[in-house]
C-alpha cells in the first residue's frame, strides 16, 4: 500500500514539474523576423476581410430570403371542402385517410391526416402517378392505381404506407378463358 502511494506520488510530482516547464516555454516564445512580417501582414487585412464576409453574408441573406417560398393562406390554411367528392383510404397499422376531390379543381386536393385538413397541390410526375404536396407542411401523397402512400418530407420518413380506397381493396377477379369446343 505505501509503494502505491509512493508512486502516485512521484507521478503527480513528475505531471507538476512537467506542467512548469511547457508552461515557462510556452510563456517566452521565440519570434522569426519573417513570422512576425506574416503576423502583421494578416492583421492588417483582417478588417477588410471581415467587411467583406460581412457584406457577402448580407447578400447571401437577401439571396435565401428572395428564395424561400412565401405560402399563401391557401397551403398553410384548411381549405374548403364544399361540393367535394369524398373518399376514404384505410391504409396499414390502421391509419386512416380521406382524400376530397374537386371536379372544377384538379390542380388541388384536401386530405384529412390526423384530425387536421391539408390543401395539397398537383406536381407533374414522368410516371404517371398521382403526386400532390404541401410544401409548408411537408406532406406528399402519392397515388398509384393500386394504393396510395403518405410521406413527410421534412422528417423523411413514411406516415401512411398501404393505403386503399373501396375499389382498390376489392378482390381481384381473373376472368376465365372460355373452352373451345369443337
Known sequence: ???LLS???AAGAFAFAAAGVCTSAAA???KHPKAEKVLKAKAKAKPASKAKKVA???AAAGAAAAAAPVYGADVIDEPDITDTVVTDYACELGNKITIYTNATDNAHIALRWKKRLHRLSRVGTTTGAQRFEN???GLIWIGIPAKGMLLDSKLNRQLANECKNAEQAAPVVAALPAEKNG
Do not use: K, V
Request: charged content about 15%; proline content about 13%; glycine content about 6%.
Open 56 to 58: 457577402a453574408g448580407a
Open 135 to 137: 410544401p409548408h407542411w
Open 7 to 9: 508512486r502516485i506520488l
Open 28 to 30: 517566452a516564445p521565440e
Open 1 to 3: 500500500m505505501a509503494t
